[in-house]
């Protein structure tokens, strides 16, 4: 017998299909880039983990290489996210907590996201589309404290040194909770995001409480 052909109706199905398996991959090479680093993990070890044949893998991307670039930006699109939905309105501090407080739950919840985007070890695989977006997200946080700067709450200096001094500071933090060394609400956490803001204030910008809450979405005032 001759099999009836596919219905149009079919074409949806098979696209969300597509890209579960791409979603699968994607996971699977995350975790496994940043458990074995890009030499040590493998394409059959990737299919095993996504539970795909290895064939799979290269009807979603045409190299490893480019597999794990696609996963990295789609992380550095993550990080991203809340340095654009918080408020150009309020306060520097308010903005740079409001990033924090997004990026230490990610380090809790997906630690792999900030391993991936804030190590080193990849340097040499990204292509230059992943470099761009990886120069944007900081260039994002050097905004926002020139901002701050412009508002008097930042030291003199250039913006792009206190950027610097602030993500150091905060990525021991996001290091230790991803290790599950700290946890969110410890206080380590909570210092060490007090003495990021601290190095980079100007003595009239007041210190923050000594609690790490979200500044509320209309004043961007921390309650």
């Known amino acids: 017998m001759t099999p009836a052909p596919s219905s149009a109706g079919d074409a949806p199905a ?20 940043t458990a074995r680093g890009f030499h040590g993990t493998t394409t ?51 903005r740079l907590d409001f990033v924090a ?44 404290i020139a901002a701050g700067k412009s508002a008097g709450a930042v030291r003199r200096g250039g913006a ?15 290091e230790r909770v991803a290790a599950g060394v700290w946890q969110p609400a410890d206080s380590a956490t909570t210092q060490v995001r007090q003495a990021a803001w601290d190095a980079i204030r100007t003595e009239a910008s007041p210190a923050a409480p000594d609690a790490a809450v979200n500044p509320d979405p209309a004043t961007g005032e921390r309650s």
């Open 14 to 33: 098979r696209r969300r299909s597509a890209r579960q398996t791409r979603d699968r991959l994607a996971r699977a090479a995350l975790e496994l880039f």
């Open 160 to 174: 792009d040194l206190w950027a610097d001094v602030w993500l150091r500071l905060m990525l021991l933090v996001l």
């Open 101 to 144: 407080d997004r990026w230490v739950a990610t380090a809790k919840h997906d630690p792999n996201l900030v391993r991936l985007v804030f190590s080193q070890t990849f340097a040499d695989v990204l292509d230059e589309r992943s470099r761009t977006a990886l120069r944007d997200l900081r260039g994002q946080i050097e905004q926002t």
């Open 44 to 94: 059959p070890l990737i299919a095993a983990r996504a539970g795909v044949a290895e064939g799979t893998i290269y009807r979603h991307f045409p190299s490893k290489e480019e597999l794990l670039n696609e996963v990295f930006r789609a992380a550095v699109r993550a990080m991203a996210e809340p340095l654009k939905d918080a408020n150009p309105d309020w306060p520097c501090r308010a």
